[in-house]
């Protein structure tokens, strides 16, 4: 498809609607991805679906969301990203900032209140973060930690993802397109092309063999190969007399991505079954190969190719590739929580109705 005709199977309701087909256009040129209909249409229900192809909408009550999560959930989150005796005192700092600077009279708290878009709260933070890190040091019975500027502030940003397509930051710093510091990455994300760029290649440069659209939205949301996961855990369910979690983690996780050494549902259960049907793929084996669950290479994985054999022996059937993660999704931008079915579904309604536009151009 060229750029005039992505621009025909964009929504009518779109402004600009030249510029973003033409955005889509030539990012899915310089990240080579094949310009097919189902292709392009996957990426118009996306940015659709997250954003309405507003590089930084508007969120309905965001200020007050926010605040809200200050005052219930501050000290914890604190806690929780620099441990409970620094956390607790950065906790402390914070509050004293957000009600009496820059003013009593014009505090953050109040500024906070007043935002309407994510990246007014996202720049907000920084300016917050910056501000304590010239003004405080903290000092602990275990060491001293001191605030950088920097680093403290996006370690304790709590706007993690951002743009029309709503990506992850530490998906964006994985795979940044040009030099730069974690400002300017997060300030390029709310553009129209730097957010459309990241989304692009999270939704799309990863190889899938699914036979419907609806799994990569799955994917979207859940985490890449989730539903490809999901299906193992479902075959794993099906071999098994315990119910499995079909989340489409296959191994604990740590806040920062690392794996866990403790033993996922997902492992014990491999494990048992490997024992109880003499398998020789030892514990260790399986603990590398489900290393590979974000990889289309976990599918040559002696434990994948054991799992998909002994389902289609025990159960007549053949082995299941996708099916759709069960995860709840929430945070503060959502009115109520969601699950991973719901976001996947209303994707797949705006990819149908892409495809049916597409239906009548040719090519």
């Not at 679906?49 to 501050?74: M, Y």
Request: aromatic share 10%; net charge positive.
């Amino acid at each position: 498809m060229q750029a005039d005709q992505i621009k025909k199977v964009l929504p009518s309701r779109v402004s600009e609607r030249q510029s973003w087909a033409q955005d889509i256009f030539d990012i899915m040129d310089e990240l080579r991805i094949e310009k097919t209909k189902q292709n392009v249409c996957s990426i118009v229900a996306v940015v659709d679906q997250e954003s309405n192809f507003i590089a930084d909408p508007t969120v309905a009550g965001l200020g007050e969301k926010a605040v809200q999560e200050i005052n219930s959930r501050l000290k914890e989150k604190f806690e929780a990203k620099l441990g409970e005796l620094i956390g607790g005192t950065v906790a402390g700092y914070f509050q004293e900032v957000l009600k009496n600077q820059p003013s009593p009279e014009n505090n953050y708290m109040s500024q906070m209140r007043q935002v309407k878009t994510e990246r007014e709260l996202d720049l907000l933070y920084r300016e917050i973060f910056a501000y304590m890190s010239k003004h405080y040091h903290i000092s602990a019975l275990t060491g001293a930690a001191k605030l950088v500027g920097q680093d403290i502030g996006e370690k304790m940003n709590p706007i993690t993802t951002l743009g029309s397509m709503q990506v992850h930051i530490n998906y964006a710093k994985e795979h940044k397109r040009q030099s730069g510091n974690i400002a300017e990455l997060r300030n390029s994300l709310y553009t129209q092309y730097g957010g459309l760029y990241y989304g692009i290649h999270r939704l799309m440069q990863y190889p899938a063999e699914y036979d419907q659209a609806i799994y990569r939205f799955a994917d979207y949301n859940s985490g890449m190969y989730s539903s490809r996961n999901a299906a193992f855990q479902s075959m794993l369910q099906a071999l098994s007399e315990n119910e499995i979690s079909l989340d489409g983690d296959l191994l604990l996780y740590n806040k920062d991505g690392d794996v866990r050494p403790t033993l996922s549902q997902s492992e014990k259960e491999l494990i048992a079954i490997f024992a109880k049907n003499n398998i020789l793929i030892t514990p260790r084996q399986v603990r590398s190969d489900l290393k590979k669950e974000k990889d289309k290479k976990f599918e040559n994985t002696q434990t994948y190719l054991a799992v998909q054999k002994l389902y289609q022996s025990k159960t007549n059937k053949d082995p299941m590739y996708a099916v759709m993660p069960q995860v709840v999704i929430s945070g503060p931008k959502l009115s109520r929580d969601y699950n991973t079915n719901w976001f996947a579904s209303r994707v797949n309604g705006r990819y149908e109705t892409c495809m049916q536009k597409a239906k009548r151009i040719k090519i």
